[in-house]
């Protein structure tokens, strides 16, 4: 681990900020979890906590089932990057960051439904080539915490009504397991 040279005291809450810089560079946001753990020399680690990636095992195995069911690409994300994929381009999904637009349309809680060039068609990593998308997020108690995404890399056929509806249900379906 790489030392910043930043002193901090703690405060009589036992609280310590973390400079801004080191937040923007991390993407750490006001109200993001963070792990706290500590080892035999005495450091304190912080984590970024991600409650889906308590899941990934299980998401992927959603991914997976729902990517042979209908024979496109399925991917998963929490709030920072891709963590459960299925179908063509699976390894040049898994673990890659997703893009700002993505995340924007995340805080929004936007549901997509749109092909390249059309209004609301966000990538999901810088590298991915898909021509046409569904998107919902992951809605645990008022929180998005991802997103769930059916993704072709043709423009035809149109996804169907019955795509959508599987794509939404299993956000709700990932949304409420988190949930217990």
């Given amino acids: 681990m790489k030392a910043t040279g930043i002193v901090r005291r703690i405060d009589d809450l036992g609280r310590i900020v973390i400079p801004k810089e080191i937040r923007r560079t991390l993407h750490i946001r006001e109200t993001d979890p963070m792990e706290i753990f500590t ?8 984590k970024k906590y991600s409650p889906i990636g308590d899941i990934s095992t299980f998401a992927g195995k959603y991914a997976e089932s729902l990517s042979d069911a209908t024979g496109m690409t399925v991917c998963i994300t929490d709030r920072e990057q891709v963590i459960a994929a299925s179908g063509d381009d699976k390894k040049n999904l898994m673990n890659k960051p997703v893009t700002k637009e993505l995340n924007q349309a995340m805080e929004g ?11 609301g068609f966000v990538k999901v990593t810088d590298e991915a080539q898909f021509k046409q998308e569904i998107m919902y997020p992951i809605i645990c108690q008022g929180d998005v915490l991802g997103t769930v995404l059916m993704m072709s890399i043709d423009m035809k056929p149109k996804f169907t009504d019955n795509e959508k509806k599987m794509v939404k249900t299993a956000a709700n379906f990932l949304g409420k397991h988190m949930e217990s």
């Avoid at 080892?39 to 912080?46: K, N």
């Avoid at 809680?109 to 209004?119: H, L």
């Fill in 109 to 119: 809680r936007c549901t997509i439904a749109a092909g390249e060039g059309e209004d």
């Fill in 39 to 46: 080892d035999a020399e005495g450091q304190i680690i912080l």
